[in-house]
């Protein structure tokens, strides 16, 4: 990946910015996603934000190859500390982070946030705790796609502020547009968690640990959840 060629799920994640927008890409990495979408002209300026020093200078380095130094600017910074209120930011993407990491970079930065930006998440596990912020935040989700890419299963949730809304433990947990949709990739992706989480419900039933008798409840109804979705 580079680039001039962005993995499938970060082209899912290009997709849903706004053309036009002025992008805030946090943890940005090599800045392959704000270059791309430079390159293309998909988008109008954007800031890459970046905490480690090694992804730091490669984001620069990226953009500095790309000659795109008035365009984009390489910022090393905390989560949103990267954001600043002239850089008229319209959306924010956050990929390949757990969604709890996610949730905890909106959070603690909401300071940053006018409330006007689409966010663009892709999380790499987590995705309840992040949906559940979102929700209690006013952010309505407004898509969601799931991607299947080197045996791995990839989320995108698509957001915006639009007042208070109200999602079910269920929705919170499967996404709500996912359990509308239902698509191929969605079933087979809970299939095999389904899978997974029966092999570990069956072990802790082994075992008597009175400590473990939360968890075995707790994976127990998200066993009950999924066989509900899968019919």
Not at 164 to 173: D, F, G, I, R, T
């Amino acid at each position: 990946m580079n680039e001039h060629t962005l993995s499938m799920r970060l082209e899912r994640v290009a997709a849903n910015v706004p053309s036009g927008a002025r992008l805030a890409d946090i943890g940005s990495d090599h800045a392959y996603l704000p270059v791309a979408l430079l390159r293309r002209g998909a988008i109008s300026a954007a800031v890459a934000g970046e905490l480690a020093s090694t992804p730091f200078h490669a984001a620069q380095r990226t953009v500095r190859d790309n000659d795109l130094q008035a365009h984009i600017s390489v910022r090393q910074a905390n989560g949103l500390a990267a954001i600043e209120p002239d850089d008229g930011i319209t959306a924010i993407s956050l990929c390949g982070m757990g969604g709890e990491t996610i949730r905890d970079i909106l959070d603690s930065g909401k300071a940053r946030l006018s409330g006007r930006e689409r966010l663009i998440l892709q999380p790499n596990g987590g995705e309840a705790p992040l949906r559940h912020w979102l929700m209690d935040n006013g952010y309505t989700i407004l898509n969601e796609e799931l991607v299947h890419e080197n045996r791995f299963y990839y989320e995108i949730i698509v957001a915006e502020r639009a007042g208070p809304v109200a999602y079910s433990a269920e929705q919170l947990y499967f996404g709500p547009l996912q359990m509308q949709a239902r698509s191929p990739v969605f079933l087979a992706k809970w299939q095999r968690a389904l899978r997974l989480k029966q092999k570990v419900l069956a072990g802790l039933e082994q075992s008597e640990q009175g400590a473990l008798h939360g968890k075995q409840q707790h994976i127990a109804r998200q066993v009950q959840w999924i066989r509900e979705l899968l019919g």
